[in-house]
């Protein structure tokens, strides 16, 4: 099938080049030139594992290009909408500003029969308010919210969990059905769905031919649902990120360890283990902004009440990072004014660049702040932290950035700090014997047996 994916960042750009993988002929079309020039050479402008190779073979079967031109869009069939939608500057709603523009953009050239389809992460309503401009033209917008993984983008697109599909609710019924692409649209009521949503639903599943073959749930429902299961359920991950350093912070108070309390709590499988990291909390493009647009969404709504609690979750988050930040001012003696302290890490989280909204990084610009001499190091997103916060000393060769560290604090758990650095070796690098594990991702005996001071978050 054709198809027009309008932006390519972190969620067009690899939604595009699985489109093209899973066969169909797609067009990804952004405004800014340098990326495209990246992506039309088959080379991804950000690290996500599997993109280059999903982009270079597309590029080269020819079923996969991208362009600046929106009248190249003209003749798809489905046109994703994947353009970011930022915390607004002033404010902590979401700032639809990319959304509009790639609408109206693309309106002059949707043609009867198209379909239009929303993947961006947009407050509950956004669909609605923009149905009329989209049917203006013959075509149809649903919504279609994605919810990949940045560092597993690629298997999340190819291979979900599950496939949600908001449509209009003139004729939205809400069911769920496996993958059979050839199963009715019937709905829970029995009664049998239009023709037009019979087509709308049939071209979305024969997008998504492979999971839908394999059954993944496909669940149809209607614009505002499918709106809300994106932002709630990013909503409670962070709740469930929130909750486990609410609980370290307790631990904190009585010696206890948050880590043996996650283990045990997460057994119960009503509960489970996953998101129950403790650490210096979540950041990235998604979780911080869409918290912040939900509950300013549900204050418009006159139910800013219902959602208040995600504030606390907010304000849990940021107390994270202070904690950290302390506990290498507490390691050194009270102030890390003129010490060397290397960061591990920068990514706001492991198989990433993205440093938007990055723990990791916001602790090592507070350190900075507070008089420390930073060294950061990352595997991938020096580049990206540097254009940022050119006043801290990036250095590419972890073993060279710990060498002469009066203390280490470990941000982001890549594999090159977690499983790949030893006590002993880091030991033959520096005099300074303190390291903060602010993803409690080492093992604290080990570096305790090799004389290091070691300090986790929310463990004795
Ligand atoms: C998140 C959601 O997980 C995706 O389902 C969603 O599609 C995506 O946002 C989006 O809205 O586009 P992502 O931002 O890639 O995905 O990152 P996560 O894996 O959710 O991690 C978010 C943050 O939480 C990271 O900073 C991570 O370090 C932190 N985290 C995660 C913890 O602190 N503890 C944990 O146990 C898990």
Redesign the pocket.
């Known amino acids: 099938m054709k198809l027009s994916v309008i932006g390519c960042g972190?969620?067009g750009a690899v939604h595009a080049a699985a489109m093209a993988s899973i066969g169909h002929e797609v067009v990804g079309i952004d405004v800014d030139q340098r990326k495209i020039d990246a992506l039309s050479k088959g080379e991804a402008p950000f690290f996500e594992p599997g993109l280059p190779e999903i982009l270079s073979e597309g590029v080269a079967s020819g079923r996969l290009r991208f362009t600046t031109d929106m009248a190249e869009a003209k003749g798809a069939k489905v046109h994703f909408i994947g353009v970011g939608t930022p915390q607004q500057k002033d404010g902590y709603g979401a700032d639809l500003t990319y959304v509009n523009a790639a609408i109206d953009g693309l309106l002059p050239y949707l043609s009867e029969g198209d379909i239009v389809a929303g993947k961006s992460?947009v407050p509950v309503g956004t669909a609605a308010e923009l149905t009329p401009r989209v049917e203006a033209t013959g075509a149809t917008l649903v919504w279609n919210p994605?919810?990949?993984?940045?560092?597993w983008?690629v298997q999340?697109t190819i291979d979900p969990d599950r496939l949600v599909l908001g449509v209009s609710s003139r004729f939205a019924r809400s069911t769920t059905e496996g993958g059979d692409a050839g199963s009715t649209t019937e709905g829970g009521d029995g009664h049998s769905t239009t023709g037009e949503e019979v087509d709308v639903v049939a071209v979305m599943k024969e997008v998504y031919a492979p999971p839908v073959a394999k059954g993944t749930p496909f669940i149809v429902t209607d614009l505002a649902t499918a709106e809300l299961v994106?932002v709630s359920?990013?909503a409670f991950?962070?709740t469930?990120?929130s909750f486990?350093?609410a609980m370290a912070e307790i631990a904190e108070v009585v010696g206890a360890d948050v880590t043996q309390l996650a283990d045990a709590i997460g057994h119960d499988a009503r509960i489970g283990r996953?998101?129950?990291?403790?650490?210096?909390?979540?950041?990235?493009?998604?979780?911080p902004k869409?918290i912040r647009a939900f509950a300013a969404r549900a204050e418009e709504l006159g139910r800013g009440e219902s959602v208040g609690f995600l504030r606390q979750m907010d304000e849990i988050n940021m107390r994270r990072r202070d904690r950290a930040v302390q506990l290498v001012v507490d390691g050194l003696g009270g102030s890390v004014f003129k010490k060397n302290v290397t960061v591990l890490g920068a990514a706001?989280?492991p198989h990433?660049d993205?440093i938007r909204d990055?723990?990791a990084l916001d602790v090592a610009v507070r350190l900075h702040g507070l008089g420390a001499w930073v060294t950061v190091t990352d595997p991938e997103a020096i580049a990206n932290a540097q254009a940022k916060h050119p006043q801290l000393n990036y250095v590419e060769d972890r073993d060279e950035a710990l060498r002469a560290a009066d203390a280490v604090v470990v941000v982001?758990?890549w594999d090159e700090y977690r499983r790949q650095m030893s006590p002993e070796h880091v030991s033959t690098l520096t005099d300074g014997r303190v390291i903060v594990d602010g993803?409690n991702c080492l093992d604290a005996a080990a570096w305790r047996a090799a004389g290091w001071t070691y300090y986790g978050m929310g463990r004795p």
């Not at 994605?146 to 560092?151: D, I, N, S, T």
Request: aromatic residues 12%; charged residues 25%.
């Open positions: 972190y969620l992460t994605e919810f990949l993984r940045e560092g983008a999340d994106k359920a990013n991950l962070a469930k990120i486990i350093n996953k998101f129950l990291g403790a650490g210096i909390g979540f950041g990235g493009g998604c979780l869409d706001f989280k990433s993205d990055s723990p982001t758990e993803r």
